[in-house]
């Protein structure tokens, strides 16, 4: 079975910035979408980026330009780049698979932490 591992999480101060990044434990054949969700205590899980196969990104409304998603489909690798992160980006983040038969995997997550 696959296993997506999640790295990169940690604790910053505001205006810092934070790479993380998520890889299958076991090779893929194909994946369609990448992406990134990040939930906070009392709130819904919520779309923080995704990124489909060829390129093509969708950000959540609440990114305006600090985040980036990319890929990296030889390694079955997504990384989600964040700058000018901000106290109400602290949550555990979630990264997320789904292949081209609509098979989706899920990482366990990694705490990030902004103080202000």
């Known amino acids: 079975q696959v296993q997506l591992v999640e790295s990169g999480g940690g604790s910053v101060q505001a205006g810092g910035s934070l790479r993380l990044s998520c890889a299958a434990s076991?090779?893929?054949?194909?994946?369609?979408?990448m992406g990134w969700y990040r939930q906070s205590p009392g709130k819904k899980r919520e779309l923080v980026a995704t990124?489909?196969?060829?390129?093509?990104?969708n950000y959540g409304d609440f990114v305006k330009g600090r985040f980036t998603i990319s890929r990296e489909d030889a390694s079955n690798t997504v990384f989600l780049q964040m700058n000018d992160l901000k106290a109400e980006d602290t949550a555990v983040y979630y990264c997320?698979?789904?292949?081209?038969?609509?098979?989706?995997?899920w990482g366990q997550g990694t705490q990030v932490t902004v103080s202000s």
């Open positions: 076991r090779s893929i054949p194909s994946i369609y979408v």
């Open positions: 990124i489909i196969s060829g390129g093509r990104t």
């Open positions: 997320n698979f789904v292949g081209w038969d609509s098979t989706s995997w």
